[in-house]
T-cell receptor, first 112, second 120 residues
Framework: KQEVTQIPAALSVPEGENLVLNCSFT??????LQWFRQDPGKGLTSLLL?????REQTSGRLNASLDKSSGRSTLYIAASQPGDSATYLC???????????FGGGTRVLVKP | EPEVTQTPSHQVTQMGQEVILRCVPI?????FYWYRQILGQKVEFLVS????????KSEIFDDQFSVERPDGSNFTLKIRSTKLEDSAMYFC??????????????????FGDGTRLSIL
């Protein structure tokens, strides 16, 4: 059974600092891995999707890496801004099962 | 940009009552999902739906739950007899069918804003 873990559970940084968010998964036979942003009381906004054959994916200030063999993905957010404050979730998709398995999220606070 | 829409945003129901949560997936998507998030816990998978049938369901999705695509646009989740522990945020998601004949989509899942279900 796939288990997805995100450490730390919470992170506070001053504005301008780079953010590094970690995600680990126990079953490396994933099809892809997706990163989401969740604002309080809101839905999930898809940020990046990395296919199992890719090593990294970039979108603006966001860069996500994937190391399937070690069961890890990292989301980097460059030059953080107060508007980046939110909870960031990673989720692994395994084709056999047709479902996402989510981590518990990292709650990020960027202080002005 | 197209989005997944869910109604209502908040539903309050007495224990034992039936509730129907509604979703309008993105129009060209063929895979549909329901997830839930109990306050302070992880987002959990409930069910996936493709080609008018359930393709996968979790242990949570017991006989009290059902899904339906009654027309070409709506996707509903019904809970027949609600319990206190059904209180959660329920998210609908949809994704595109990957071209090339693959069964499983490799496209991002897009989520709605959720329905907060409160059982009294």
């Amino acid at each position: 059974k796939q288990e997805v873990t995100q450490i730390p559970a919470a992170l506070s940084v001053p504005e301008g600092e780079n953010l590094v968010l970690n995600c680990s998964f126990t079953d490396s036979a994933i099809y892809n891995l997706q990163w989401f942003r969740q604002d309080p009381g809101k839905g999930l906004t898809s940020l990046l999707l990395i296919q199992s054959s890719q090593r990294e994916q970039t979108s603006g200030r966001l860069n996500a890496s994937l190391d399937k063999s070690s069961g890890r993905s990292t989301l980097y957010i460059a030059a953080s801004q107060p508007g980046d404050s939110a909870t960031y979730l990673c989720a692994a998709f395994k084709a056999a099962g047709n479902k996402l398995t989510f981590g518990g999220g990292t709650r990020v606070l960027v202080k002005p | 940009e197209p989005e997944v829409t869910q109604t209502p945003s908040h539903q309050v129901t007495q224990m034992g009552q039936e509730v129907i949560l509604r979703c309008v997936p993105i129009s060209n998507h063929l895979y549909f999902y329901w997830y839930r998030q109990i306050l302070g816990q992880k987002v959990e998978f409930l069910v996936s739906f493709y080609n008018n049938e359930i393709s996968e369901k979790s242990e949570i999705f017991d006989d009290q739950f059902s899904v339906e695509r009654p027309d070409g646009s709506n996707f509903t989740l019904k809970i027949r007899s609600t319990k206190l522990e059904d209180s959660a945020m329920y998210f609908c998601a949809s994704s595109e069918w990957a071209r090339g004949g693959r069964i499983y989509s490799n496209q991002p899942q897009h989520f709605g804003d959720g329905t907060r279900l409160s059982i009294l």
